[in-house]
């Protein structure tokens, strides 16, 4: 019951090495995928290692899709899923999933709401059965939705209220995206998340929650066919709607210039800094720019490699950390991020020049070879590794489903990214790292009240 | 075919004066109102001084009522009701009206959309004819509606696009409205000016254009009994359409720190600042609040009294030009607006401490009895000299009814302006002149690469 939007990633160190990989591997290159008849897609990812299924149904709604003035409303709505059916009254389902020792959660982004178990595998069909169930007879009463909303408003409160970075960070998207949805918080505003009740939650559930809106993934010890067989027995039953489909959102215009946000407050421990560019996602760029992006953010800020690290933190006595993320999902435009917090005595505008010369020196002169090839083996290694967790795996692939990608351009993408080249990762930072697209946001402590205009 | 948004208003120098005026005038002292059966609501300003009529038709819609994604559907539409009916068709209104030596025009505003022509007094009841007739019996053919995008489209290429000018406004606006869509501008989005089809504009009139939603205001030389009975015959037989109210816009979540947005161009004569600080409106405020704005904004910047013009173009020599102006016209929270252009050799940076300065000493010590005084008799004898006009008059009138006041709210302004306490000055600017509800917008002169990250 998270609410997931773009997350600095921590990534592993890389080491420098070899640049034509012999054998690129492929991500979840078992995968197999079907369709039912009433529109539901299923993805299987058979892992043997051990005798557990993660059972996840993703549906095709975020908070991106909600009608203006209605903020919320997806992860509010997350929240109801829980709230029981004739057959499985509120709080069973959770029941059960821990009294077989399972573990369950859910999630809400501005693309995607997905829920899931991990279960012993012999439990699987009981998660489909329930998971469906709740798809199509859900009850609603205002008993339960009226409080649920006030768990939402105290999350709310405690996670952004109270959190001048979560504020600033609303602020940043708020003034990166002018016209887009992506600008409102996933959680919504507050005076908005106010005024949502029963009427619109049920409207939203009509909508959006049907078979040919959701895909499920299923990875685990199971069989495609043992999958097949399951899902046709629960989903199987559901009958589709054929309004389903989301509409397209409204589209950025041009960014026109720099912008910035600041946010000063005493719970400020230590002034940070973060800047926002917009740029493509995998589903919207150009192909090869989502990639070359992919190998830009590892090296301007990937970890202790990269040139952020080398330049500011480990040599240039600015910051005390440095960094820089891509976020390649989204079904429209998304962010390339870079942050930074200074070291005692610097302010935040002597590191933010500091990374603009890094950026600078990238757009004029480029990468190394030896950088690029770095780059592609981390990020690629990377996302290897992350299969080591089986829902690690399913949530890729449920990701990139939900975002306009297919399945094979998961399996593909370490091949796409072994063919970046050096000339594709100076176009991106040329083409994308320009301050006209950005909005920076400053975290600053709340001590100079000349800074106020006389405000006490 | 205007735009209108918020345009800085020339204030006539005003004396220092009394502080008690013995009469206190009212505005549109004569204007009466009625409401036909169909909803029509009916202002007449009689105005005996020449054998004219002023003819104005607004309808409660404006770009703030847009469906996102179909931004400029309001001015798109604006545009369209030229091009005819079936016993009046396209081009024929304007040339009756230039045939009889009459004047016409339009405007849209996030709020409202008006149309108006100036007659002579024995031809009020044919305009009347022809704008009930457009107001049902519009015929749009795609023959009509792609070349009239295309007029729009290169409107907004001359006026926004070539006008670095008018883009920071369009950013700085989009920056200031997080939620609200004050934040878009009036004439649209490109991108989204270029999906209006005839079905949009079709879906529009529908919606918007029936009597019920709108207002007549006729000023002239004319009985509220003459007009009465031509609008009876004209506009009466419209039938009522119970669906036309415009829904609450979504609303701003509260502030939290400030904001900037910068536009860099060659096409920059001069390097400019002007911040916009988020306020209430007319409506929105409490009572009182608007008219100690109104005060407020003609103390600070209103003209060549005003603290800016004083400590600033004449004493500071820091600025060529300095000003401030308040919107108070808006259903929902509007904007107050400081603005100013830096003397050669002094930065946008010097001009914005030295406006600080300005704003912080009001918010410490208020004003003084003489400024308060000086500012009522300006702004209210402002108001009153406009009447002059009898178009300005109607537009003062229309605009109040379409921004959630009423034709008493606008009759006894100025004595509300004229009870605005010292006290009620210095509380607006300490609650409202904060610079965490403000963005600053700069305009500036592309000299300098390096400000562009190595942008060639």
């Given at each position: 019951m998270t609410t997931a939007t773009a997350l600095a990633q921590t990534k592993p160190p890389a080491k420098a090495g070899d640049a034509a990989m012999q054998d690129i591997p492929r991500l979840a290159p078992?995968?197999?995928?079907f369709t039912l008849d009433n529109g539901l897609e299923v993805i299987v990812i058979t892992d043997r290692r051990a005798p557990v299924a993660t059972h996840m149904l993703w549906y095709r709604v975020g908070s991106a899709d909600e009608t203006g003035g209605q903020s919320g409303i997806a992860h509010f709505f997350e929240h109801l899923m829980f709230k029981g059916t004739k057959d499985h009254p509120n709080g069973e389902f959770s029941s059960i999933v821990s009294s077989i020792g399972g573990e369950e959660n859910a999630f809400t982004t501005p693309d995607y709401t997905g829920y899931f178990q991990r279960v012993a595998k012999e439990n699987l069909g009981q998660m489909m059965d329930l998971e469906a169930d709740r798809m199509t007879n859900l009850v609603l009463t205002d008993d339960v939705v009226a409080?649920?909303?006030d768990v939402v408003l105290e999350e709310r409160r405690s996670r952004i209220e109270n959190n001048p970075g979560a504020l600033l960070g609303e602020a940043l998207s708020a003034s990166l995206y002018r016209n887009h949805p992506y600008g409102r918080p996933v959680i919504?505003?507050?005076h908005e998340i106010k005024a949502?009740?029963?009427k619109t939650a049920l409207d939203f559930y009509k909508r959006y929650y049907t078979p040919n809106n959701a895909v499920l993934v299923v990875a685990?010890?199971?069989s495609v066919d043992e999958v097949r067989k399951l899902a046709e027995e629960t989903y199987g039953a559901i009958p589709a709607r054929p309004e389903?489909?989301?509409a397209p959102r409204p589209a950025e215009p041009p960014s026109v210039g720099p912008r910035t946000v600041t946010v000063r407050d005493e719970k400020v421990r230590e002034p940070s800094l973060q800047r926002a560019y917009l740029v493509p996602s995998a589903a919207t760029g150009e192909p090869g720019e989502a990639d070359a992006?992919?190998?830009?953010?590892?090296?301007l800020g990937g970890g202790a490699t990269s040139r952020f690290y080398d330049k500011l933190v480990r040599g240039g006595d600015v910051a005390t950390q440095a960094g820089a993320y891509y976020q390649s999902r989204g079904i429209d435009d998304t962010r390339f991020v870079i942050y930074g917090v200074p070291k005692p005595g610097k302010s935040l505008r002597d590191l933010e020049a500091e990374m603009e010369a890094v950026i600078a020196d990238i757009r004029e002169n480029g990468v190394s070879e030896e950088e690029l090839n770095r780059?592609?083996?981390s990020v690629v290694a990377q996302a290897i590794y992350s299969q080591d967790s089986q829902q690690a795996m399913a949530r890729i692939v449920g990701s990139a489903l939900m975002t306009g990608r297919t399945l094979e351009d998961v399996q593909t993408w370490p091949e796409r990214i072994q063919s970046v080249t050096l000339e594709a990762v100076q176009e991106a930072a040329k083409k994308y790292l320009d301050v006209d697209r950005s909005v920076t946001g400053y975290l600053e402590l709340k001590t100079d009240p000349a800074n106020k205009e006389g405000k006490s």
């Amino acid at each position: 019951m998270t609410t997931a939007t773009a997350l600095a990633q921590t990534k592993p160190p890389a080491k420098a090495g070899d640049a034509a990989m012999q054998d690129i591997p492929r991500l979840a290159p078992n995968a197999e995928q079907f369709t039912l008849d009433n529109g539901l897609e299923v993805i299987v990812i058979t892992d043997r290692r051990a005798p557990v299924a993660t059972h996840m149904l993703w549906y095709r709604v975020g908070s991106a899709d909600e009608t203006g003035g209605q903020s919320g409303i997806a992860h509010f709505f997350e929240h109801l899923m829980f709230k029981g059916t004739k057959d499985h009254p509120n709080g069973e389902f959770s029941s059960i999933v821990s009294s077989i020792g399972g573990e369950e959660n859910a999630f809400t982004t501005p693309d995607y709401t997905g829920y899931f178990q991990r279960v012993a595998k012999e439990n699987l069909g009981q998660m489909m059965d329930l998971e469906a169930d709740r798809m199509t007879n859900l009850v609603l009463t205002d008993d339960v939705v009226a409080p649920e909303r006030d768990v939402v408003l105290e999350e709310r409160r405690s996670r952004i209220e109270n959190n001048p970075g979560a504020l600033l960070g609303e602020a940043l998207s708020a003034s990166l995206y002018r016209n887009h949805p992506y600008g409102r918080p996933v959680i919504g505003w507050e005076h908005e998340i106010k005024a949502l009740n029963r009427k619109t939650a049920l409207d939203f559930y009509k909508r959006y929650y049907t078979p040919n809106n959701a895909v499920l993934v299923v990875a685990g010890d199971v069989s495609v066919d043992e999958v097949r067989k399951l899902a046709e027995e629960t989903y199987g039953a559901i009958p589709a709607r054929p309004e389903a489909v989301r509409a397209p959102r409204p589209a950025e215009p041009p960014s026109v210039g720099p912008r910035t946000v600041t946010v000063r407050d005493e719970k400020v421990r230590e002034p940070s800094l973060q800047r926002a560019y917009l740029v493509p996602s995998a589903a919207t760029g150009e192909p090869g720019e989502a990639d070359a992006l992919d190998v830009l953010s590892d090296i301007l800020g990937g970890g202790a490699t990269s040139r952020f690290y080398d330049k500011l933190v480990r040599g240039g006595d600015v910051a005390t950390q440095a960094g820089a993320y891509y976020q390649s999902r989204g079904i429209d435009d998304t962010r390339f991020v870079i942050y930074g917090v200074p070291k005692p005595g610097k302010s935040l505008r002597d590191l933010e020049a500091e990374m603009e010369a890094v950026i600078a020196d990238i757009r004029e002169n480029g990468v190394s070879e030896e950088e690029l090839n770095r780059a592609k083996q981390s990020v690629v290694a990377q996302a290897i590794y992350s299969q080591d967790s089986q829902q690690a795996m399913a949530r890729i692939v449920g990701s990139a489903l939900m975002t306009g990608r297919t399945l094979e351009d998961v399996q593909t993408w370490p091949e796409r990214i072994q063919s970046v080249t050096l000339e594709a990762v100076q176009e991106a930072a040329k083409k994308y790292l320009d301050v006209d697209r950005s909005v920076t946001g400053y975290l600053e402590l709340k001590t100079d009240p000349a800074n106020k205009e006389g405000k006490s």
